[in-house]
């Protein structure tokens, strides 16, 4: 192939539409591409179609990404033309860029579809492609407006921690369509003031005076986490939605508790076997551990013994520990075997024996259990054969930390917003 072959497959153009063109090596072993179009037939003014003709060249140097390992620099000989007739003066149309863009088109693309991967950085594509970090930023924010998405009938809401954002508040409000994982928006806050304004701007936009609904109505489901506010929120503007707490978030609440129950007993014992166990071997407590295990030798006791053997020397110095230890298998395995048919039932028997235990760490939870009761209940229906709760959303959360922990963090909230929706939705996409 040559060189002229090379370079016009390169820049997508036809070698018989170009007048001339020259690769000139530079000493920092980039490469500068000069070239000039060949005169187009049949050119005529845009504003009054009148004749034309040739007013002068002017040079544009545009930066193209196709050698990515070479900086590759278009000097492109641009022609101008002139109207005989009304002396309006413009540019020829060419197939490397826009007017005002000082990148071609295909290194503008390029770089949009690096920065579709979480772990691509502004500065790393930057570097990729031979340009500034700002100048990636710019391609981005040109090429990159996502809209939010209609209201799903299974929403997941949660929160994320954003601290330098450049807006007032320190975690952005993730709305994700369950049952696709689609996100639907990101806020720039979670506090009641900025969902208030959010969803009534919503409802004002789609409201149907013949039919009294919005979009709002859409909701049928939505999963939040143990807070208030989202509660107040969901039942305020989605007064016919069923409300389901999200299972994971009332989990942490009791394994927490459960982890105070075990550090007071060490801290509260005075024998060093003791805290030697429920310090090495605190992994044993939680849910499905094979107490049967075969036994190990172990230094400390000099034998070998098994998890079983552990657990009982622990429990046999403190009952209270055992205690909380089966209740917290109990209601583990509640959340994991209920249906919405029993749940009511089942969990009215768990909070009898949780407020009965009478161990002080459990009465947080005893109290959420009562306090969220029947959304505890609602989390166990399920919607195309799936249980509603937050885990997908959650699996988004861990991409957004990791596309905010690549960056070493984001400060422009709308350039975030949009480079998570671009990121994580596939079918969000650039324009050009």
């Known amino acids: 192939m040559s060189l002229e072959k090379f370079i016009t497959d390169m820049l997508n153009v036809e070698l018989d539409e170009l007048d001339s063109i020259t690769s000139i090596p530079q000493s920092d072993d980039s490469i500068v591409i000069k070239l000039k179009l060949c005169k187009k037939e049949n050119v005529s003014c845009p504003i009054c179609h009148g004749k034309v003709k040739t007013h002068g060249y002017y040079s544009r140097k545009l930066l193209h990404s196709t050698l990515v390992n070479r900086k590759c620099t278009i000097v492109y000989q641009q022609r101008r033309y002139i109207c005989d ?18 990148c071609t088109y295909e290194t503008t693309i390029n770089v949009l579809k690096e920065l579709k991967h979480t772990n691509s950085t502004y500065s790393s594509t930057a570097k990729r492609f031979h340009l500034s970090p700002t100048k990636v930023q710019r391609i981005f924010d040109q090429h990159v407006d996502i809209p939010r998405k209609t209201l799903p009938e299974v929403l997941s809401v949660d929160e994320h921690y954003f601290p330098n954002s450049d807006q007032d508040g320190l975690y952005i409000f993730v709305l994700m369509d369950f049952c696709t994982g689609t996100l639907i928006d990101v806020l720039p806050d979670r506090k009641k003031d900025c969902l208030i304004s959010y969803f009534s701007n919503i409802k004002n936009k789609t409201f149907d005076h013949k039919t ?46 459960f982890k105070k129950i075990r550090t007071r007993c060490r801290r509260n014992t005075q024998d ?54 089966d209740l917290k298998n109990q209601y583990i395995l509640f959340n994991r075997t209920a249906d919405y048919k029993n749940a009511k039932e089942d969990l009215s028997d768990l909070i009898r024996k949780f407020g009965e235990s009478n161990i002080k760490e459990y009465e947080e939870f005893y109290n959420l259990l009562i306090n969220w009761n029947q959304e505890i209940i609602n989390s166990f229906i399920k919607v195309r054969s799936k249980r509603i709760n937050n885990s997908y959303i959650e699996s988004r959360n861990a991409k957004i930390e990791r596309l905010i922990m690549n960056a070493y963090g984001f400060a422009n909230f709308k350039r975030t917003r949009n480079r998570i929706l671009y990121c994580i939705n596939k079918d969000d996409n650039y324009r050009i």
Do not use: Q, W
Not at 85 to 102: K, L, V, W
């Open 85 to 102: 007739p009304c002396e309006f003066t413009f540019h020829e149309d060419n197939p490397f860029t826009s007017s005002s863009n000082g």
């Open 272 to 325: 060093e076997t003791l805290v030697y166990l429920l310090t090495k071997f605190k992994y044993i407590f939680n849910f499905g551990i094979d107490l049967d295990n075969t036994p190990r030798y172990n230094k400390h006791f000099k034998r070998y013994m098994n998890y079983r053997d552990i657990i009982s020397i622990i429990f046999n110095n403190f009952p209270e520990l055992e205690r909380a230890y």
């Open 212 to 257: 009294g609904l919005s979009e709002l109505n859409n909701v049928k489901y939505i999963s939040i986490d143990l807070t208030d506010n989202y509660r107040d929120i969901a039942k305020a503007y989605f007064p016919k939605a069923i409300i389901c707490a999200d299972s994971f978030h009332v989990l942490k609440h009791l394994t927490d508790d």
